[in-house]
Structures are given as structure tokens and as C-alpha cells.
């Protein structure tokens, strides 16, 4: 299968199911497809009308005694168990005012009794059998939406079965798929070769339905259980309006409220095999366990099942509900494990290993997710005045509206409803944290935070916490005090800023005033929050270059100095300011330093030399650090000189700790914060503070000694990277290296000054120096504050505990930064202290103080409100994966400091079991243990933890470097929500697919090998890494069109960049390219692979959800070990 299952909902005719009709998005039929004669079921579909359900979850009732079924075999039990798929709570809905529903859909009324529920034991049926985790059955349960208003109920033309069709749009519908249970003999006859499904006598996947929550007065009946099996009590209800009753008498409603839900199970024998137990979708009241199944079913709701055809009996297929996985509705998703095929395959017989293959298709699809996001959520604004809202995902294009909570640019959290105890925090396991970004870049249709100037006195703030004044302060006595929202105290107001109350307790000025309205905003800081009470000097850049042999061979030295010339004229500037205020300074260095005195007077810049390192100090004060515009000439001068200077040297030794000494002395003596520039080579080797040894030993890896490739291996620069965060120096360093140069020890001062690496190994000129000097631009010229503090303050229960990036902490509390740009961001992770309140919810401020680059001191507020609940249902559906996923990978890659990397990957799995299992223990519906139930809002965690799992860092191939993988460590630690998203599982784009009259991509498709089409083009990238790949039969004029040869074997893939043809294709591909660059912090190097090129093997490193070459699991197979491991706990 070259196309993904579920993108048959998106317009793509599926190949290979001729004669069943093909539908695109929204029930629009695919052009070019014919339309189908004959049902997939051999039965008509014509006449058949699309019909409505009242739709709805059955919630247990407290007091109702379910009635269950007589004991049977442990192979029929799985396939008999009818459960509900709503989320039982220990009390009533949550009733959430986050909760958006497309406007066309009404709430129908109508009192309905609802139906007492059948539980059969729970025994654990698959424990029985010979491999663990035989068989699978998956299902879901969705979010609380009203059925559509257009929806009614009509019969069917031959059948006096009735099934219901879901509407393509709105959020409500969902799909619950089984896999029957299958009866497997122990062994199967020798040469008899299987024959796969759909072939008559194969297991063929079925589909139940049930309905989505909120709507009354649905009931579901059972199918008749197979000979033998006692019949279980029969599920009553009335009938709805305008249908034939089916004999079910009525049965008393439970007490309690909850909606009902329609459930449905798969039944009766089917010939061919002996002991297997298939049957067809059970939609409606009654069913017909006879008819032979063939087809299959499609995926909807971007969760289980197979999307081959459309669905039987139906007049218009269901195309896939909107699934909200980041609102308030949990939505549960069901596995069988009797149908996954363990991991553990090695232990069946070859035949049975066929027999049992997952379908890929029929577990959660991220690309499903993304979209169904993107066309539920991205097309309104996103409006922050809500407490504890969750955000649509990352992948989602939003414009926000700032009122009252700060934006999700720059707060993302785990959970956006906190539990009330830390006992319940210890039994559900969910990490309380935050992804924090203070000075995330917005987008252009938003404005940036106000900023609000105070006067002499500084802003308000808290006599107690030192809280700064927000939304949340309460005013009392009529306006002259205010109550803090953080620690409750009472503070006067100062008679300067105070305002009258309105009838609503409101100050009258409320909407005038940034801090009292919006969710982030700044305040200019008074000389009280300034070094030693003294404004600061704005600060400086400090270019540092690497003058040794390699340096000049490579031709980096040449180029440098050529974009210097041109770049600093685009220093980071204030507003509307002429000129950058900060000052420039030159040093070059091989075993000595080299200060340039290039003060505007001069006539030609002047060298000198320190050859002294072991004692760095600064030659030379005045005209070391100038202003760009006054020493243009001088400057211009001596970046002609450097490369001529140093052209034949033969030095290839290096000093790297004095370099950075060199930097600190002189921003020291010029009483400036400032950022240096270095640009290295090569392992400082040389007689020096500083000089390291190669220690790389790749025996180390998979062992308890791992951890110490990871750790500096001296102290002399953990010492340094304070002294330079006490001075306000944050250190860039921009690395060359043709062998081993332990990124674990030169990176660690960039790491905790703030600083970013980027790494370029074997880098030549031609080949990398577009990519060099695209970061170099980007690195000089984001939005960067100077000498930072950061201090997250909590409301009464709660506080921050840990915290992850690239910073250093002196105490408990206040993350100190040289520098922080607009890229970095710093995870949070907070505990309880005392019980949290469900009526005032928990309340978080960050507090950024720094100095921008005109030498200002600012303060930086972002304020974010959360609810707080006593149920864990309403904790899990108000989490957000892909946070989860950030808080995740950042506790292991600091795990591995301090453990062996196969801890740290078991103690991952062993959070993420602990999750789930709460959840299926004590927010699922009752069902068998067979069943993987996981939370709608985290369905993914499983397939995205497995991307983690698999990555260099954790589980590295011979191939990969140590200096890689703790590179792609530190730079990992600072990433945002959005970046680890698309790190960890890339984006996949079909490039044959592109729609020239359509500005958007073409929609992704998953990360898998057998996802690619021989005959396409795709394009696949993480943030770090850009490739195309070009399928051997892609049409020769799509390949004339984009890359300007006539055939597959003329492409060139040493290219690095598409070339610039006047056609439609190549247009919009390069335009393509060009976007999702400057979607991303780093400049991504394009890279051609062919089919069975030698660099396809790359490639395929990126499809994450296939089996890695370093022993890596596939997704599907992930997900049975997970299940494994939820099982153990419950168990």
C-alpha cells in the first residue's frame, strides 16, 4: 500500500478496490473514481437515506448493578464482552465552557430510558493463550458533541437491519473497531499456506459503531452469541422516532444522568475455518451474523480500523469525525491484543507469524490527528479568556487573541486541569508542566506584548510573594487594596494607581491597562532591578575565529570574513531605532589570541598578540569595542587582511578555554553584558586552561559507563560558564570539526550561558556555507535579552520544582541566563505543596527580567490560569501530548548524565504504562483485559514515545558519533513544544501530490516505508534534516518539470539545491522549501535521495514508525509491548 489508510477521507482514490465508490473529504465523491454497483457486502445500498442518530455515551450509573454474562470459554469471552465506550467517572460530566461545537449542530432533546449495560467476567482471556498479546480489538469513544441537525432516520432498501450514517463533519461521531477473537490452533497443517483477508474464510477486521456522547436515547441490542454459547440478556429501548419497533421491549432507565450509548459486538461463525469468529458491522438494532463478510473498513476519527472501501449498507461513507484531541472530551481507544502480533514473534510457528499482522491502519494515526486539529481549530481565533482552555496543537496554524491568559506561544502545558492532591498527581502519573517561551516570536497579524511604564515607582507587586500585578488580583475595600491571586495576601494600593470599582468589583480602568487585561505584557524595570543599582551599557558582540590550518583549508575563514562585511549592518536594533546600539569587537586565535584595535581614528587596524594564555587579560581598552557605523572602514579593512594574514599557516593546534576567557575579561572591563561568536575547529590539544583529551571510545556504549560520554571531562569550564552568566556573556559556538572535538565539554559553557551550538562536520565552503551562513544571519539578528532572571511563581498548592533548558541555577528558584533569545524555550515541572482548590483553579507567572539590546531593563510577565479538578477523568481529557512528549524527552536526555541509556528508556515505558493504566483502571468503562483503551487526548503518546525510545540519543547505531548524539542532547533540552514535535516524528509531505492552484501543502502522510509510492516524489523534514526523495517510476515529465533531466537515472543527488526552472511544479516546490525553512530556527541542507540510493539508508532513520536499523521498535510493535506493560500493572 503506497497510500496511507485513512486519506481516502482527503480526496485520494485508494488502488486496488476497483468497484467501490471512492469519497473525498466531506462525502464528495473522487473524480476520475467509478462509482461502485455493489455494496462490499454483496447487498444493495441503493435508496438506503442518511439517517440520524441521537448520539451518546453509556456513563455507568452509581446504583445500577450491571447484569452479566454466564461464564463461557475464554476464546468466545473476548468476542461476546459488550462494554460501554464512554468515560466512567466517580461523578457527574464536566460541564466546560471550552468546549466549541460547529454552530449547525442543535442539541436534540428527548427523554429516552436508557439501557441497563451487559458485563461478562473479566477473566484475562489472553493470558491463556500460548503468545500474550494473539489478539487485538480496538475501539473509541469521542467527544461530547450534539448530533447534526440534518441528520433522520430512513429505512434500508434490503435490509431489516438498521445502520446508522454518521456526518462527515462535527465533532461527535467515533468508531469502535474489533477485531473478532480468533480460536488459533496450536498448530496449523504443514504447507497449508494461509490465505490473507479478504478472502472468504480469513478473519476479516469488524467494525462496531457506537455513538458520541450528549444526545439521549439511543439503545443498542446484541447479536446472538455462536452455538453453545448461552445468549446473553437482551439490551432494550424505544424506538426511535419514525421506525418499526424491533421486538426489544422497554427497560427501566438506571438512576443517575448519563447519556446512553450504542454498543455493538462482533458475532457469529463464519465457514472456512474452523473456530473463527467474524461477522459483519453490527450497525443499528439487529444484526445478521450469516452474511459473509468482504471488505474492509474504514478508519474514522483518525484512530482504528482499515480504510479500504466505503462502509457497508451506507449511502455516503463516513469520512472521519473531527477529532478534538485537545478539548475536554476523553475519548477512549480500544486494542485487543489477540490480534497484535507480540514482540516476541520468534516464538510461533512460521505459518502463524502471517496470519496475525496488525494493519497499520487500525491504530492511531498522528496525521489523522494534526488534520482533523488543523480543520477543527485553525479556522477561528483562538481567544486566551478562558480558564484552563487547551490550545489547538502546535500543527495547527491559530491566530490567538490575548485576553486575560498568556498565549500558548509562549505557555504550553501537560495538563490544563491539575489535580486537586498530590495523591491523585502520584496515582495518575501525569507530569504537572509547562513548556515556557517568554520571548517567543509572534506572528505578523499579532501584536507583540505592551509595554507599561510606571514611573519611578516600578510596577505593582505583592508586599508578600512579590507577585507582579495581573488579571487575577482582586480589588476590595473599593479599589484602595487588592488581594494577590498567588498567596492571598492583602496589599494597599499606592495612591498613584488607584482607580473605582465598577458594580462588578472591576477597577473602571480594567481595559486601559495591559496588566489588567491581558496575559502577557512588560514592564520597564526601575534602577532597583539593575546590577550594583546602575543602568546598564548596552551590551556587545564579540566575533571570536578559529585561524588554524583546518580552519583556512576549508575556506571557512575566507567566508566569514567576506559575510561579516555585509552582516553587521544587520545587528539586533530597538523599534524604530536608526542603528543597533550594540558594540562590535574582532579576535582571531589558533595556540594565541590576536585583539584587533579597530577604533574609527585608525587608518588600518592594529594587532596584538597575547601569546600568555595561561593569564588571559585585554591588551587594549579603547577601540577594541566600536560602533559598526563609525569603524565601517576600519573594520571593512581588517576582515581584507585576516584570510591573507593567516593563509600560510601551518598551525593546527588550538586553545578553546582562554578564547572564552579572553571574551569575559573584556565585556568585564567594559562593564557590558554582550554575546561571543566562536568559531572552532578542532579539540583544543594545546598547553592551555581548558585542554582536553580525546576520550571518544564507542566499547562504552549500551554500558553502565556510558553516562560519562555525556559529562564534561574537567571542571575548569563548569566554573568558567559561571563566571560568564554572573557577567552577562553568553557564549554561540559554531563548530567545524573534521574528527572528535567532545561537544560534551565545549558545548557545556554555550549550554548554561544560554547560548546556542550549531555543528557543521567535515563543513566545506561550497558544499555548507549556505547553510552556515543562513543560521550565522538568523543567530546575529533574533530578538535576544541580555543578563536574564526567570522566576516562576504559583498560586497556593503548587510550585516549580525542576526545570530543563539551557540556563544555570545558583538556588532553587531563579533560572539565570547570560542570554535568552527568542528560540529558547524552558520546560517546568511543578509538584504539590498543599491541596489546590476546583473553585479558584491554580494560577502560574513567569517573570522574565532583562536587559534588551539598547540597554534597557525590562520585565516580561506571562500569566496563565488553570482549572483544577477531584476526578481523573477531567484531568485526562484535558492533557496535551505533545508537551507531555517535550516534558519526556527532556527528563531522559538529562537522565543519561546519570544512568545507562537502558534505564532511562525503561523508566520512559514505565511513566507512560503507569498513565495509561490509571486511565483504563479508573476512567475507562469496565472491559476486558484483552482491550487497550487509551485517553483520546493522549492516543498518540504511545507512538510518539516510541520516537523518543528510538532516537540517537537514547538508542544509537554504530554509525552515529558521540559528539552527535550529545549535540542533538543540548539542543533538544532547549526545544520548544513545536520543534520537539517535528524532531521527533517529521513531517512527510507527498510532493507529487501538490495542488498548483492551492497555496497549502499537500496533506502529510505517515512515517513509514511502505507509505512511499515507487512512483512519487516526497519530501521529509524535522527541523535539522531536509530531503527529497524520488520514487525510480516517477513520471519522466514531473522529473523534467523539478529537476531539469529527462530521467530517473540522470538526477543528480549530490545537488543541494532544486533549480530555478519557470515552470508551475518547480514554483511551487522551491516556494515549498523556502517555507518550511523559515518555519524552523536552523537552516536545513537539502539533500536528493533516489530509491535504493546509498543515502536512502539516511533517510529511512526518519521514518519513524518502521523497525530502526539499532534495534528500534516498529510503532505496531511498540504498541503491543505497551499494552504488555499496562496489562502487568493492572494485573
Partial sequence: MNQQGHMASYGQPQPGYQGYQQFGYNSQHTAGVPTSQYGPYNGPVQGYQPTAVAQGPLRTASGAPPTSLPPSTAAQSIAYNQYGQGDVQNGPAMSDQSQRFPVSQPYMPGNHPMPYQQYAPLHSNAQQLPNQMAAMQISGSTNNAPPSASQS??????????APTFPPTGPGSYTQYATPLQNIPSSVPQGGNLPQHPFPGQPVPVSTFTSPPTSTGLTGSALPPPPGVPRPPAMHGPPLSGQPQTGLPPSQPPTGHYPPQLNHIPTGPQSGMPGVVTGPPTQGFQAHPTQPSQGLIPQQNGSFGQVRSPQPNFAAPYTGAPSYTSQPQPQQKRLDPDSIPSPQLNELPPQQKTRHRIDPDAIPSP???????????????????VRGQVPPLVTTDFVVKDQGNASPRFIRCAAYNLPCTSDMAKQCQVPLTAVIKPLATLPADEAPPYIVDHGETGPIRCNRCKAYMCPYMQFIEGGRKFQCAFCSCVSEVLPHYFQHLDHTGKRMDCYDRPELSLGSYEFLATVDYCKNNKIPNPPAFI???????????????????????????????????????????????????HFYNVKSSLAQPQMMVVSDIADMFVPLLDGFLVNVN?????????????????????????VFGPVIQAGLEALKAAECAGKLFIFHSTLPLAEAPGKLKNRD?????????????????????????????????????????????????????????GGSIYKYTFFQAQADGERFLNDLHRDVRKVIGFDAVMRVRTSTGIRATDFFGSFYMSNTTDVELAALDCDKAITVEFKHDDKLNEDAGAQIQCALLYTSCSGQRRLRIH?????????????????????????????AYRGVLSNPTKTVRENLINQSAQILACYRKHCASPSSAGQLILPECMKLLPVYLNCVLKSDVLQPGTEVSTDDRTYVRQLVTSMDVAETNVFFYPRLLPVHKMDMDSDDFPVAIRCSEERLSKGGIYLLENGLSLFIWIGMNTQHDLIQSIFNVQSFGQIDSAMTALPMLDNPYSKKLRSMVDMIRAQRPRFMKLMIVKQDDKMELLFKHFLMEDKSVNGGASYVDFLCHMHKEIRQLLS
Fill in 697 to 753: 571510545d564507542k566499547k562504552l556504549i549500551n554500558t553502565d559507563k556510558e553516562k560519562v560520554l555525556f559529562q564534561p571531562q574537567t571542571s575548569f569550564y563548569n566554573n568558567l560558564a559561571k563566571e560568564c552568566v554572573a557577567q552577562g556573556c553568553c557564549v554561540d559556538l559554531f563548530l567545524f570539526p573534521n574528527q572528535y572535538v567532545d561537544v560534551a565539554t565545549l558545548g557545556l559553557v554555550t549550554y548554561q550561558t
Fill in 543 to 593: 566575533f571570536m575565529i578559529d585561524v588554524s590550518y583546518n580552519a583556512l583549508k576549508s575556506g571557512l575563514v575566507h567566508l566569514l570574513c567576506e559575510e561579516l562585511k555585509t552582516l553587521l549592518d544587520y545587528l539586533p536594533r530597538e523599534g524604530n531605532a536608526e542603528e543597533s546600539a550594540i558594540r562590535v569587537g574582532f579576535v582571531t586565535y589558533n595556540k594565541v589570541l
Fill in 863 to 891: 500569566n496563565l490560569s488553570l482549572n483544577c479538578c477531584t476526578q481523573l477523568a477531567d484531568l485526562y481529557r484535558n492533557c496535551e501530548t505533545d508537551t507531555l512528549i517535550n516534558y519526556f524527552v527532556k527528563l
Fill in 367 to 385: 496525521i489523522q490527528v494534526i488534520e482533523d486539529d488543523k480543520s477543527n481549530r485553525g479556522t477561528e481565533p483562538f481567544s486566551t479568556g
Fill in 630 to 654: 563609525e569603524s565601517r572602514a576600519v573594520i571593512n579593512s581588517l576582515f581584507e587582511q585576516i584570510p591573507e594574514m593567516f593563509a600560510d599557516t601551518r598551525e593546527t593546534e588550538t
Fill in 153 to 162: 432516520y430512513g429505512p434500508p432498501a434490503s435490509h431489516h437491519q438498521t
